[in-house]
């Protein structure tokens, strides 16, 4: 039965057409039925597939995103530059095309149509064939996702036909620059240098409507790392893409610090205190002019349960303040409302002057 690949590559945005492929005797047809199903494996590295079209730049699922987390896992290093006519880059070493692939090399199939390459690792070579490990290589029959695991092509010829994907071009990695022409290997992982992740502060204490400034470092950071903050209760202290925490409420939560794009993290505990109370008025000076009244709305920060807000005038002959911190006026002169908090020494004043 002939079925509709479609094809896919690591591009943003990209239309992709149907082709038709035959499937060999040494490769496997799966159905692809839930997300990160995996569908084919190689030194511990799972490809990853889920129902649908297209993923794109899909950090978990592109084919991109499988080459950069077999680096990761093997050498602890992971690629970038995984572009359309590109040479992948590599901190700590180089990558060189070569003619000769082995186990470990990665292979991009160029596709000028679309501007985009399809990336994926070569699993072993027998003879004239190779054996890739590859992700967002699938395609659909009606409502079914299907793809393929040990996918087996021509050592160099392309996967699709003369309107798709060119003929496969190798890289071999180097490891600190060298010209030594090894090929890749799980133990060089022993010695690479992962990428690591420290927070200045492990546990800290915050008072409510206060912040404090949370400071992740990358160690061995690559081009493109960043670090995404999250909060497990944000209700009670929030934090932003830049770490600052801020204490909304009493309680306890955990902030995460992660390298996007890893399971890289560190988790730093926040205690959320009362902060001191703070009194907020509409006004600190009102004047009469020929409004006769005006609500001075006092609001209390860090509130306890049991505060209340109360008011008073110093001179009732001139103006005056109900409960509710309505301020009322009654004759030419000044006078200071005073709003407070029976049994704490918070108050907020504003001067009246009536014309």
């Known amino acids: 039965m002939k079925k509709k690949l479609l094809y896919l590559c690591f591009a ?59 680096y990761s896992k093997v050498y602890g290093k992971t690629p970038y530059n995984l572009l359309y006519n590109c040479t992948p880059v590599i901190d700590g070493g180089v990558f060189k095309k070569t003619a000769s692939p082995a186990a470990g090399d990665i292979v991009g199939y160029p596709n000028a149509s679309r501007k985009c390459n399809h990336w994926a690792i070569v699993q072993k070579v027998s003879g004239s064939k190779v054996v890739l490990l590859e992700q967002n290589w699938k395609w659909t029959e009606g409502k079914t996702t299907y793809a393929v695991s040990d996918h087996e092509v021509g050592v160099h010829s392309s996967v699709g036909n003369n309107k798709g994907y060119g003929k496969a071009v190798y890289f071999r990695y180097y490891p600190n620059n060298s010209n030594t022409g090894k090929k890749p290997s799980a133990s060089s992982a022993v010695t690479a240098k992962k990428q690591t992740l420290t927070l200045n502060k492990s546990n800290v204490s915050v008072k409510t409507y206060f912040t404090y400034q949370l400071k992740a470092v990358i160690g061995n950071k690559r081009p493109g790392d960043s670090v995404i903050f999250t909060s497990s209760h944000p209700k009670i202290a929030s934090v932003s893409s830049l770490g600052t925490i801020k204490g909304l409420r009493t309680g306890t939560t955990y902030i995460t610090a992660k390298i996007k794009g890893t399971s890289i993290s560190k988790t730093c505990k926040v205690t959320v205190t009362y902060g001191p109370r703070i009194i907020s008025l509409k006004a600190s000076r009102l004047t009469f002019v020929k409004v006769k009244q005006f609500a001075l709305k006092g609001t209390i920060y860090n509130k306890r349960a049991s505060d209340k807000l109360k008011y008073k005038t110093s001179n009732k002959k ?13 004759k030419k002169g000044t006078a200071v409302i005073t709003a407070w908090i029976p049994g704490t020494n918070t108050k907020k004043t504003c001067k009246v002057t009536v014309k």
């Open 318 to 330: 001139v103006a005056t303040v109900t409960s509710k911190g309505v301020v009322k006026k009654k």
């Open 12 to 70: 943003v945005t990209m239309v992709f057409g149907w082709n038709i492929i035959q499937v060999s005797a040494g490769q496997s047809t799966v159905k692809v039925t839930k997300p990160k199903q995996v569908v084919d494996q190689f030194q511990g590295v799972d490809a990853l597939y889920r129902p649908g079209g297209s993923d794109g730049s899909d950090t978990t699922y592109s084919c991109a995103a499988l080459v950069k987390r077999y």
